[in-house]
């Protein structure tokens, strides 16, 4: 069936490193893709998508590139901040709907 | 523009009562969609509503329903709950067509704790 793998966490970096949190799917078709951010005691908002192969979301300094050949959408920042501590969830939408299971993101001063 | 905004917020149920957890959506919205999110998961899809009808299901057995009203507002309601029941339910709204492209709007959710 259709799903979303996740890099496990929890991530822990200090502010200004470099951050990537890898996914991948597995689809019949083509979903689109989407990260999603939560904020502790808070519902997830959306923080970018993509909706077709070579398509890259951005948003907040945060990106990722639909790569059809590799199935995955990997969410990178170049120089991550304290408030960028959330856990973070990849997901895809098709026919169905499913979420990875979250990567947890602390970042230290 | 109003968000998805669902309550109550916090819920203390004992095990084999029922539940309704409410949800009202984003202006302009008429598909709402249903997740369960236990502690230190991620949401599991449990329904979708459009057009007052069940519009996909997951994994969840059938003591877990829903419905949707004319103005798009939803309903979950659980039966005879189970400890594992106990976790934080996520309402989203979407607007059906273009749901693959800007993706969810999602409430706060209900945090469920059954004893």
């Known amino acids: 069936g259709n799903s979303v793998t996740q890099m496990e966490g929890p991530v822990t970096l200090s502010e200004e490193a470099f951050l990537t949190i890898n996914c991948t799917y597995t689809?019949?078709?083509?979903?689109?893709l989407f990260w999603y951010v939560q904020y502790p005691g808070e519902g997830l908002q959306l923080l970018l998508k993509?909706?077709?192969?070579?398509d890259k979301g951005s948003n907040k300094g945060f990106e990722a590139t639909y790569r059809k050949e590799t199935t995955s959408f990997h969410l990178e920042k170049g120089s991550v901040q304290v408030s960028d501590s959330a856990v973070y969830f990849c997901?895809?939408?098709?026919?169905?709907?499913?979420f990875g299971t979250g990567t947890s993101l602390t970042v230290i001063p | 523009e109003t968000g998805v905004t669902q309550s109550p917020t916090h819920l203390i149920k004992t095990r084999g009562q029922q539940v309704t957890l409410r949800c009202s959506s984003q202006?302009?919205?008429?598909?709402v969609s249903w997740y369960q999110q236990a502690l230190g998961q991620g949401p599991q899809f449990i329904f979708q509503?459009?057009?007052?009808?069940?519009?996909g299901r997951g994994n969840f057995p059938p003591r877990f329903s829903g419905l949707q009203f004319p103005n798009y507002s939803s309903e979950l309601n659980v039966n005879a709950l189970e400890l594992d029941d106990s976790a934080l339910y996520l309402c989203?709204?979407?607007?059906?067509?273009?749901?693959?492209?800007?993706?969810?709007?999602f409430g706060s959710g209900t945090r469920l704790t059954v004893v």
């Open positions: 989203a709204s979407s607007l059906t067509v273009q749901r693959g492209i800007y993706g969810y709007t």
């Open positions: 689809a019949t078709g083509y979903p689109s």
């Open positions: 993509a909706t077709k192969a070579d």
């Open positions: 997901e895809g939408t098709g026919n169905q709907f499913y």
């Open positions: 202006s302009g919205h008429n598909t």
């Open positions: 509503y459009y057009r007052e009808e069940e519009n």
